[in-house]
């Protein structure tokens, strides 16, 4: 037997050997579960695998999809027919006998109503200044500024599937827009883009103020926090000096200015395009550049850098419509 000289006591010798093995197993067990010592004292830690990386993004999913499927359209007309949706009525007799509510109200009507009564419900006197964060008029309240275009605001939604799909575009892409009024079109981009990525220069006080005060925050994009500022001048240094877009383009915008500007505005968009991947989409027509003959407007294009890759048109999901756009790109180097 083997003696513990401080205490007395006896302990076989059997045992201690069986103790001292396991405490060894035990040290070697949490050794072997210990992460291994980097050889480079500088990184405390490594980068995501490419399996990693995967599953991350796949956590994540894709954005969603820009333009409706087959299936989607089907899927709509199913439920039409589920619920018995008949054609609509053929006259404005017809189409009122439909509107039901607690307070059915034409645009106008509803517009009085707010003059009036600033709402159904509302608080009065001096307390009625402190629940509203961002008063808007009355006149962009009911949405009148949805007429300001000649057909029908639900068109915005068409241009952004057109150009959005035409231009390969992803959320973190950069989007300018020239003349982007109250935002018919900016709103789809705005939503579908990260943040701070879409901008755009305006020069109608109007269209500004819809925007601002009415269409951003009434859709819940405050978050996505777009660059839109006043002017006309051309001047997209404006947007910071370093940004490159992966898409431009312009509404309508080109056929009410002189061609000498639209010529300035091609310049100094040439310098702000991506090479291959950016576009820059005119719509309507390019008076600008055909006015000049075909071989001098191919050189003058040239010249800043820049291709005409042709003609392109689109449909209207919901209305009988379709929208001319010519298509720019930055001439490789």
Same mark, same amino acid.
Request: charged share 20%.
């Given at each position: 037997?083997?003696?513990?000289?401080?205490?007395?006591?006896?302990?076989?010798?059997?045992?201690?050997? %069986?103790?001292?093995? +396991?405490? $060894?197993?035990?040290? #070697?067990? *949490?050794? @072997?579960?210990?992460?291994? !010592? &980097? /050889?480079?004292?500088?990184?405390?830690?490594?980068?995501?695998?490419?399996?990693?990386?995967?599953?991350?993004?796949?956590?994540?999913?894709?954005?969603?999809?820009?333009?409706?499927? %087959?299936?989607?359209? +089907?899927? $709509?007309?199913?439920? #039409?027919? *589920?619920? @018995?949706?008949?054609?609509? !009525? &053929? /006259?404005?007799?017809?189409?009122?006998?439909?509107?039901?509510?607690?307070?059915?109200?034409?645009?106008?009507?509803?517009?009085?109503?707010?003059?009036?009564?600033?709402?159904?419900?509302?608080?009065?006197?001096?307390?009625?200044?402190?629940?509203?964060? *961002?008063?808007?008029?009355?006149?962009?309240?009911?949405?009148?500024?949805?007429?300001?275009?000649?057909?029908?605001?639900?068109?915005?939604?068409?241009?952004?599937?057109?150009?959005?799909?035409?231009?390969?575009?992803?959320p973190a892409?950069?989007?300018?827009?020239?003349?982007?009024?109250?935002?018919?079109?900016?709103?789809?981009?705005?939503?579908?883009?990260?943040?701070?990525?879409?901008?755009?220069?305006?020069?109608?006080?109007?269209?500004?103020?819809?925007?601002?005060?009415?269409?951003?925050?009434?859709?819940?994009?405050?978050?996505?926090?777009?660059?839109?500022?006043?002017?006309?001048?051309?001047?997209?240094?404006?947007?910071?000096?370093d940004v490159?877009?992966?898409?431009?383009?312009?509404?309508?915008?080109?056929?009410?200015?002189?061609?000498?500007?639209?010529?300035?505005?091609?310049?100094?968009?040439?310098?702000?395009?991506?090479?291959?991947?950016?576009?820059?989409?005119?719509?309507?027509?390019i008076k600008?550049?055909?006015?000049?003959?075909?071989?001098?407007?191919?050189?003058?294009?040239?010249?800043?850098?820049?291709?005409?890759?042709?003609?392109?048109?689109?449909?209207?999901?919901?209305?009988?419509?379709?929208?001319?756009?010519?298509?720019?790109?930055?001439?490789?180097?």
């Amino acid at each position: 037997m083997a003696t513990l000289p401080s205490k007395g006591i006896t302990v076989p010798a059997s045992l201690l050997l %069986l103790t001292a093995a +396991a405490a $060894l197993l035990l040290f #070697l067990l *949490l050794s @072997s579960l210990s992460p291994a !010592p &980097s /050889s480079s004292s500088a990184a405390s830690f490594s980068c995501p695998t490419t399996s990693a990386a995967s599953s991350i993004a796949a956590a994540t999913g894709p954005p969603d999809p820009i333009s409706p499927t %087959l299936d989607d359209i +089907a899927w $709509l007309k199913s439920q #039409l027919v *589920l619920n @018995s949706i008949q054609e609509p !009525p &053929s /006259s404005p007799a017809a189409w009122h006998s439909l509107r039901k509510g607690i307070n059915p109200r034409t645009r106008d009507q509803q517009l009085e109503d707010l003059r009036r009564f600033k709402g159904v419900s509302h608080y009065k006197g001096d307390d009625a200044e402190n629940h509203t964060a *961002l008063p808007c008029p009355e006149e962009l309240l009911v949405e009148e500024h949805h007429s300001n275009y000649g057909e029908p605001w639900a068109g915005g939604r068409d241009v952004f599937e057109f150009l959005a799909t035409a231009a390969s575009l992803s959320p973190a892409d950069h989007v300018l827009e020239i003349g982007c009024g109250t935002l018919r079109v900016g709103l789809h981009f705005i939503r579908y883009l990260d943040p701070a990525r879409f901008h755009c220069l305006e020069r109608d006080e109007l269209s500004l103020m819809a925007a601002l005060r009415y269409e951003i925050p009434s859709q819940g994009l405050l978050h996505k926090r777009p660059l839109i500022l006043r002017g006309e001048d051309m001047e997209f240094d404006r947007f910071g000096s370093d940004v490159l877009y992966d898409l431009i383009y312009a509404s309508a915008v080109f056929l009410h200015m002189p061609d000498a500007l639209v010529w300035v505005g091609m310049e100094r968009l040439s310098a702000r395009l991506k090479l291959e991947k950016g576009r820059i989409f005119v719509s309507h027509n390019i008076k600008f550049c055909s006015r000049l003959g075909g071989d001098v407007c191919t050189n003058r294009l040239t010249n800043l850098g820049l291709e005409y890759v042709g003609k392109r048109t689109h449909d209207s999901l919901l209305f009988n419509h379709y929208e001319i756009w010519f298509e720019f790109r930055k001439l490789k180097a």
